[in-house]
């Protein structure tokens, strides 16, 4: 059987750490990411013509690319576009959403932190999960402003501020009736990239869920009842960018860093 050709998507570089996992999982894989820098950050966009905006883009590299799964790397787009784009396009899709039901099985304090861009903190799907899956809890959500773009200048070799970091990640460290956080969920695919960074800076230890393992190893789950396609040219290790924006060295130089050394802008401007 062929390779199976795997198309992941996020609005920035966050969706490299589930590519990451990915690949760890299914090594031999034909990996394409995609990425709409031309309309990042996501958090800043109005909720229907960001689903609008999604949709769009993300049928253009299908067509582009003739991947036999899509993978949405990105919280915001999953927990917004997904029912829509598997309405649209018959491809398998697979999402990624906060890991709150993990969490609340791990913590033993009972209190649990969600560290989420604006978008999904307000999202009433995070609220059902919290409602759902944590109703025992007691969940700190908050959406962090510049948490995505301070990940994406460190990948690209910037220094990331601890004062900057330590403001943005503080609200989910809580204390209450002698218990506080012990677990924090990383809401958001670009917050791994600064998990060692946290960690330096949080007000004490706590165990921090990044979903990327197991969206992987959904994908391999879904992969064994595909078809494979014919694909396209594209080989493994391809980035694809909505705007020649990314393309500067520093972007590039972190793709290549995380195994997509070749580039390709497709014009899809905002």
């Known amino acids: 059987m062929n390779a199976p050709r795997i198309l992941l998507f996020d609005s920035g570089m966050g969706g490299l750490t589930v590519a990451r996992a990915v690949r760890a999982e299914l090594p031999d894989a034909i990996l394409l990411y995609s990425a709409d820098n031309a309309a990042f950050p996501?958090?800043?966009?109005?909720?229907?013509?960001?689903?609008?905006?999604?949709?769009?883009?993300?049928?253009?590299?299908?067509e582009r690319t003739g991947p036999d799964i899509v993978v949405i790397a990105c919280n915001t787009a999953s927990t917004l576009a997904l029912a829509a784009l598997r309405e649209r396009?018959?491809?398998?899709?697979?999402g990624t959403v906060p890991?709150?039901?993990?969490?609340?099985?791990?913590?033993?304090?009972?209190?649990?932190?969600?560290?989420a861009t604006p978008g999904t903190a307000k999202r009433e799907y995070t609220h059902a999960l919290i409602h759902t899956y944590a109703y025992h809890c007691k969940v700190f959500l908050h959406g962090a402003k510049r948490l995505a773009e301070i990940a994406e200048a460190k990948l690209k070799g910037h220094k990331v501020s601890d004062a900057e970091l330590r403001d943005e990640v503080a609200p989910v460290f809580r204390s209450r009736d002698g218990k506080r956080t012990d677990v924090v969920v990383l809401a958001c695919t670009h917050y791994p990239l600064l998990t060692a960074d946290i960690e330096k800076v949080a007000p004490w230890p706590v165990a921090y869920l990044d979903p990327a393992p197991a969206i992987a190893r959904r994908v391999t789950d879904v992969l064994q009842t595909t078809e494979r396609g014919a694909g396209s040219s594209h080989v493994n290790g391809t980035v694809l960018l909505t705007s020649a924006r990314g393309s500067a060295s520093e972007s590039l130089g972190a793709y290549a860093a995380m195994g997509f050394p070749i580039?390709?802008?497709?014009?899809l401007p905002v």
Not at 46 to 58: G, N
Not at 100 to 111: H, V
């Open 42 to 62: 996501y958090g800043a966009w109005d909720e229907p013509a960001l689903v609008d905006r999604i949709v769009k883009v993300v049928g253009a590299l299908i």
């Open 89 to 94: 396009y018959t491809i398998p899709f697979v």
């Open 99 to 115: 890991a709150i039901k993990p969490a609340a099985a791990q913590t033993k304090s009972g209190i649990i932190g969600v560290l």
């Open 263 to 267: 580039h390709e802008v497709i014009d």
